[in-house]
């Protein structure tokens, strides 16, 4: 059976893979395992989120407010520095790890987040994430496969409902994972959802959503370099999950699995470049971008339609249009969930989103 895995892209090239979106440019910084280095950014993105919610705007403001150590009513502030322990501004570097003290049960750690969230629960609400146990690519289990909340699961299971056909379909979900990234209120949550579908994409050995998710993730950076969290993280987060999600890796390496995987891409609307004299290809932002056009094009073509229908005398007209629309949709659809698709079934070991 065709499979295929997450390679480090530092790590020798296999001989047949897929490089989704840019190769990095250098190798990767030296951040310690995966899991010591998923921990740095967590807590990172903890003391950021914690600044966010008080309004302070450094460690040394929250270390006067918010903590065992904080400074006492009367107290001067060289006396109150002399014995300040800085716990803030370590967390701020990723220097100790927020969720190794809580699982080893910190008092002094929880006593900080638990004043943090008498202002506000966003800081647990990053700490909670399940986006960082996706970051890690150790098997997830099957509870780690469920959606954490019905607000990540919008991403994870939901298929937009399209007229047009298959191609129309995979637009939308690539809009709505966009949109999802683009706002604010939704963000999180859809971090977590297309993380989620990429994990659950590798397990099920369906390559071609993986890459449309990755792709979205990439297409999301110019958008977390303005997140009043995530923006100092950026360029560590990206550089871990480049070198370490952007390249899969054919397993067996032969023709047969080459032309699997190039086919799942083809399923999914992606179309690759091939590598000259190789077992590999490419897929870059600018295939997700004409996937995307499409969703505008659907959308335009739709308020056109209602803007049109106002005529009374065009009553029978759009009866017949909106039943061939929900008669389209259904088929798309159909070809998407079931098992057995005929000739228009993906390779073995390929399923469409």
Known sequence: METFAPVNFDDLAPLAFVQIGEAPPF???????????????????????????????NGYQLEQEFGPTALIPGETLTAWNA????????????????????????SSVEARLALVRKVSPLADQVLQMSFWRYLDPRP??????????????????????SPVGLESVVASQADLVLRGLADIKTRYDAMSGIWLRMRSSSMLNEVGPYALYFLCWLKARPLLERDPIFKELVPDLYDYTTHNFSRVAL????????????????WICLRPTRTDGE??????????????????KARSRTA?????????????????????????????LAMIDVDDLGDHAPPRGQQAV
């Open 27 to 57: 190798p990767a910084r030296s951040l310690g395992t995966h899991q010591r280095c998923i921990e740095r950014l967590t807590t990172r993105a903890v003391f950021h989120a914690a600044c966010e919610a008080t309004g302070c705007r």
């Open 83 to 106: 014995r300040r322990e800085q716990v803030w501004e370590r967390w701020r570097r990723g220097d100790s790890g927020i969720p190794s003290l809580l699982g080893r049960g910190s």
């Open 140 to 161: 997830l289990t099957t509870a780690e496969l469920v959606p954490a909340s019905e607000s990540v699961d919008r991403y994870f299971h939901e298929r937009p409902v």
């Open 251 to 266: 397993m067996p390496a032969n023709q047969r699995t080459f032309a699997a995987a190039i086919s799942s891409l083809h």
């Open 279 to 296: 077992m590999g290809t490419s897929v870059g932002l600018d295939d997700l971008a004409k996937i995307v056009d499409q969703s505008s």
């Open 304 to 332: 056109d339609l209602e803007h049109a229908g106002t005529s009374p005398e065009l009553e029978p007209i759009r009866r017949r249009q909106r039943a061939s629309l929900r008669a389209r949709s259904a088929a798309a």
